[in-house]
């Protein structure tokens, strides 16, 4: 009976020594994958830290971007308006020498007569 005991008491404690290394390669296998984990998540915030910081300085751009647009929109205003006031004053000049060239055709055709000899030259001037 002892010796049952024995055997039974021998062949339990191999089960349990199985168990145990079964144990232990799970617990290792567990420890890897963990550090693995570990590992990837380092690298997670590594990529996360300059994704971070490339969307700061794209921000940046971007905002120095509108600012010089801005910038920009302003000058071509700013041109925009001296084109306008060169085209008005470029629109008075033209109505002055209108103007005058009328008041030199009225003045050459009042002195020249239908009988002088200069009027053929003179005929185109003929305001109608």
């Not at 690298?43 to 971007?65: F, P, Q, S």
């Not at 308006?81 to 004053?89: P, S, V």
Request: glycine share 4%; aromatic share 6%.
């Amino acid at each position: 009976m002892v010796v049952i005991e024995r055997n039974e008491a021998k062949t339990k404690i191999k089960k349990l020594e199985h168990e145990i290394l079964s144990c232990n390669d799970i617990l290792s296998n567990t420890r890897g994958y963990v550090k693995e984990l570990e590992a990837s998540l380092t690298e997670i915030g590594i990529i996360y830290k300059t994704i971070r910081n490339e969307g700061k300085m794209l921000k940046l751009r971007v905002e120095e971007l509108e600012k010089e647009v801005t910038r920009q929109n302003g000058v071509i205003s700013d041109k925009d308006e001296e084109k306008r006031e060169a085209i008005r004053q470029l629109c008075y000049s033209v109505e002055y020498h209108r103007s005058e060239y009328r008041q030199l055709v009225q003045a050459i055709n009042k002195v020249a007569s239908p009988s002088s000899p200069w009027s053929r030259c003179y005929s185109f001037l003929r305001l109608h």
